[in-house]
């Protein structure tokens, strides 16, 4: 059975700490890994990874994938309360299904 | 553009009632899909569709019916409801694969309550 599991669960840091974030998989049919942070409401997406070692970065946000090992990280350097939030990694699939993990709900003191 | 929109945003059911979720987006994106959040849970897809036309089921679509007769419409039909289908259900679209090279868009969801 396909699994995707994030740890840790849920994380608390102060402002202007750095967190990392894990993802292991075990998906038959492997074709990309997805981050989405989710505040209030709806998921908005982040990062697709396709590729071993090449890391993809978005301002403070950077994620990279281990294709051998099967896990991904997702980084928050400097973080800051609007990052406080749900974040999902979710594993495509190349039937088009996609498999989310629980998430790690994180959680930044001011 | 309107973007993602689902209706209703909230819903309560008696046990055995049917009815169906709306689900429609005006970006003409080919792929569309359901997902159901539980509390503690991720999201786990319950039907999607790459095209007008086609669908296919995800990890958890018993009890769930779809068809998607347009490229904007994808409605989502509780056959029978159950308490175990009270979720939070949101729709998705995206214009390709999410898979593979396209951003995939989130609905602002329904909140579905079973008694």
């Known amino acids: 059975e396909d699994k995707v599991v994030q740890s840790p669960l849920s994380l608390v840091v102060h402002e202007g700490d750095t967190v990392t974030l894990n993802c292991s998989y075990e998906v038959t049919n492997f074709r990309s890994l997805l981050w989405y942070k989710q505040e209030k409401k709806a998921p908005t997406f982040l990062f697709m990874l396709?590729?071993?070692?090449i890391e993809k970065k978005s301002g403070r946000l950077s994620s990279i994938l281990d294709k051998k090992e099967l896990f991904s990280i997702l980084n928050i350097t400097a973080t800051q309360t609007g990052d406080s939030a749900i974040y999902l990694c979710a594993v495509g699939r190349r039937d088009d299904k996609i498999i989310f993990g629980k998430g790690t709900r994180l959680h930044i003191l001011p | 553009n309107a973007g993602v929109t689902q209706t209703p945003k909230f819903q309560v059911l008696k046990t055995g009632q049917s009815m169906t979720l709306q689900c429609a987006q005006d970006?003409?994106?080919?792929?569309m899909s359901w997902y159901r959040q539980d509390p503690g849970m991720g999201l786990r897809l319950i039907h999607y569709?790459?095209?007008?036309?086609?669908?296919d089921q995800g990890e958890v679509p018993n009890g769930y019916n779809v068809s998607r007769s347009t490229t904007e419409d994808f409605p989502l039909r509780l056959l029978s409801a159950a308490p175990s289908q009270t979720s939070v259900y949101f729709c998705a679209s995206s214009l390709g694969l999410p898979t593979l090279t396209d951003t995939q868009y989130f609905g602002p969801g329904t909140r579905l309550t079973v008694l």
């Open positions: 396709t590729s071993s070692g």
């Open positions: 970006m003409n994106h080919e792929y």
């Open positions: 569709s790459v095209g007008a036309g086609i669908t």
